[in-house]
């Protein structure tokens, strides 16, 4: 998923973990987004001599920067999460149900297509990973990245971070703008026309954005600024329940 970033950001080391249960660390048991967290946290401090990194993350992967943001801001630089929202939205039971409803088939060709098509198309050489993933840490995954939860040492972070979703990712959108609201250096991005996953429809302007948000540049075009929020007490309404949650 990241090959061609990688091979274009010639200006940074690059890092590309296998998340649990999936690539090369599909015996690893996925614990939880907090454990998760904590392995790359542990990476940035084993593998980087600064101990502290940019951060990009897409779907699950943005839920873990969300977490990283929350629990260890001091070990990140420049942050860019795509397709993971922090808020909750009514959506989120049905498509649980739907991922579980996949699942038993996950390394189908059914399946694998089905995927390949919802980040715009994986080339058929690379789907063959997608059986790689364990279908109980695809399942627990997806479970704990629809469960994220807001908290206010997110809001506290103070790493310059970019959010980014496609048009059609309207919830994701909408805690993207609130938190780009309520963070101190945030920015929201959407990209017009495309939903999640839209790596796989525009990958030079994916890379692109990467590049220029990790460098400090300015954005490429075609990403539009967020116009949708949540008003800041409906936010603060949520933290409030997230915090009796806790």
Not at 28 to 35: K, N, T
């Amino acid at each position: 998923m990241w090959r061609d970033h990688m091979a274009r950001l010639t200006g940074l080391h690059c890092l590309a973990p296998d998340l649990p249960g999936h690539g090369e660390s599909n015996r690893q048991p996925w614990v939880s987004l907090e454990a998760t967290a904590r392995d790359v946290a542990d990476l940035i401090e084993a593998r980087v001599p600064a101990r502290r990194a940019h951060v990009v993350g897409l779907s699950v992967g943005g839920a873990v920067a969300h977490t990283l943001l929350a629990t260890r801001p001091e070990l990140l630089g420049r942050v860019v999460i795509d397709g993971a929202g922090a808020l909750p939205w009514p959506g989120r039971a049905p498509f649980l149900a739907s991922i579980a409803l996949i699942t038993p088939f996950l390394h189908t060709r059914l399946v694998i297509g089905m995927l390949s098509r919802s980040v715009g198309q994986i080339p058929e050489a690379d789907q063959a990973e997608i059986k790689l993933a364990s279908r109980r840490a695809f399942f627990r995954s997806y479970r704990d990245a629809l469960s994220l939860r807001l908290t206010r040492a997110e809001i506290d972070a103070t790493c310059p971070t970019l959010l980014v979703a496609g048009e059609r990712e309207k919830p994701v959108r909408q805690s993207n703008a609130a938190l780009a609201e309520l963070m101190p250096d945030a920015s929201s991005r959407f990209v017009p026309r495309l939903g999640h996953g839209w790596l796989g429809v525009n990958l030079e302007l994916h890379v692109a954005m990467v590049g220029a948000w990790l460098e400090a540049n300015e954005l490429p075009d075609g990403l539009a600024h967020e116009t949708t929020a949540w008003s800041k007490a409906e936010v603060e309404q949520v933290l409030a329940a997230s915090d009796r949650q806790r």
